[in-house]
């Protein structure tokens, strides 16, 4: 997958994933048991990354929310693809663990990340958004829309929140702190951590 062959739209990260998941299932590689939505968020919809195209030298952009595809393949580095960040695409999730995520130690709670991973299948079956959440109270649109129709399902027009929402008890997917996440998926990070911690203390 090139940057330049994904389909696009500012500040519509979930679509931009979900249509990546939409050309790999067409596609068929790489197989679509091996990609994962990442929503990064927390309670109070306030996340720092880092190292993204919006973002100004080394000071990180505070997100609503972040939504970047995982893909987890067998005896090779998982990649994180994400069309917003400065990083390479696809990136290493060590790379980007340390130069993106960094580490929640240095940060104010209110700051700390929370990840819902959720199987790229299950994220095509179930994701629903009529965009409602870019429009405001006049109904004129925050940022343009995509050029294509509100992805949608049979059952349900939105449901967005349902997925930026990091209680375990409602969605779809797992929903992991920061560091469960990174020892889910990098196996010991206490490695990455100290990576992470060193860049971070840096900003």
Not at 35 to 60: C, T, Y
Not at 116 to 126: G, I, Q
Not at 149 to 165: A, K
Not at 169 to 189: C, T
Request: charged content about 20%; overall charge negative.
């Amino acid at each position: 997958m090139e940057p330049e062959n994904c389909v696009y739209t500012s500040c519509y990260c979930e679509e931009n994933v979900w249509k990546l998941c939409e050309f790999v299932r067409t596609e068929k590689t790489p197989p679509l048991d091996e990609l994962f939505a990442v929503f990064i968020s927390n309670e109070n919809r306030m996340v720092p990354l880092w190292k993204q195209k919006s973002g100004r030298g080394d000071h990180p952009v505070i997100w609503d929310y972040h939504v970047v595809l995982l893909q987890i393949r067998l005896n090779s580095p998982s990649l994180v693809y994400d069309l917003d960040t400065e990083l390479s695409f696809p990136c290493s999730l060590n790379l980007y663990a340390a130069q993106a995520l960094r580490s929640d130690r240095n940060i104010k709670p209110a700051y700390h990340r929370k990840l819902r991973v959720v199987p790229a299948d299950s994220f095509l079956l179930n994701f629903a958004s009529d965009r409602s959440h870019m429009k405001n109270s006049d109904g004129s649109w925050r940022m343009p829309p995509p050029p294509y129709l509100p992805i949608r399902t049979t059952e349900c027009q939105m449901n967005l929140e349902d997925f930026i929402s990091m209680n375990p008890a409602v969605g779809w997917g797992r929903v992991f702190s920061l560091e469960h996440f990174l020892q889910q998926h990098m196996g010991d990070s206490s490695s990455s951590s100290s990576a992470a911690a060193s860049s971070s203390s840096s900003s």
